[in-house]
């Protein structure tokens, strides 16, 4: 009979698991396999790169001998094997590894690109700081906005408390109608019929919370010697400047 190809199919599908009987033939097949697998890679041409690179670490991987001439110069300067350099013996044990280069870029690409990745991160925090900085604005300019919201309800408070004192002052007095029409605290639902009214009206609306209570606040202290903040009637204008601290809130506080 021929002797069958180990290639062919008979062959290949025949179960080789490690521990199960095997036909002669098929395991010398295998055997000759394996010493080939060997044979080429003992063979096998190494490239310039990896020949360079075992001559390199063959090289770094050896201790400088006496032969060395740079080495006996050291050794008669006192130096000994394993010992830091300089005089004190502060400097470097180990010798600098040299760093090969082994890509095919060209000289400085390596600096380009760790310089582009700096600017890149130095940009996102700078993207980052403005994003923190434009919050906290945010957040500056609601707290202040919110502050002048309490304190223009705190002056509106203010100036009703002084309407309803201007008035209740200068009826006490037999006044009857107040110097400004914006004086007193006058009811919603009563009508101004009166042009003179309306042109009044349309002047105080010109001025703000902050005016109005200014000068309130100065006719009280004028005409009636009193001052709200105090919540005090003084008996005369000597008798108001001497006890009374201010004529604003800020001065009270």
Known sequence: DEEEDYMSDLFIKQDVRPGLPMVRRVKEAIQ???????ANEKNRQKSIKEEEKERR??????????ENKGFA????????????????????????????????????????KKRKAEEKLENYRQKLHMKKQANEQAADQFRIRFKNKQEERKME?????????????DMQKDIDVPKETWFWIEPEEEDK???EDKEDEC????????????????Y?????????WCGTTYED???LSSNCPGDSAADHD
């Not at 408070?157 to 002052?169: F, I, N, P, T, W």
């Open 73 to 112: 110069l050291l050794q008669k300067m006192g130096y000994k094997s394993g010992q830091a350099l300089g005089k004190s013996g502060e400097g470097i044990v180990e010798p600098i590894p040299l760093n090969i280069k082994t890509g095919l870029s060209g000289l400085g690409h390596e600096e380009l």
């Open 57 to 66: 670490d063959l090289v770094l991987k050896s201790a400088l001998g006496n």
């Open 193 to 195: 019929k009166d042009e």
């Open 220 to 228: 009280l202290r004028e005409e009636h010697f009193y001052c709200i």
């Open 157 to 169: 408070g203010d100036l009703r408390k002084s309407q309803r004192a201007c008035q209740q002052l």
């Open 32 to 38: 000759k396999e394996e010493k080939q697998k060997e």
């Open 237 to 239: 204008s000597e008798d």
């Open 203 to 218: 002047t105080s609306s010109d001025l703000s919370v902050s005016e109005k209570l200014h000068i309130l606040t100065a």
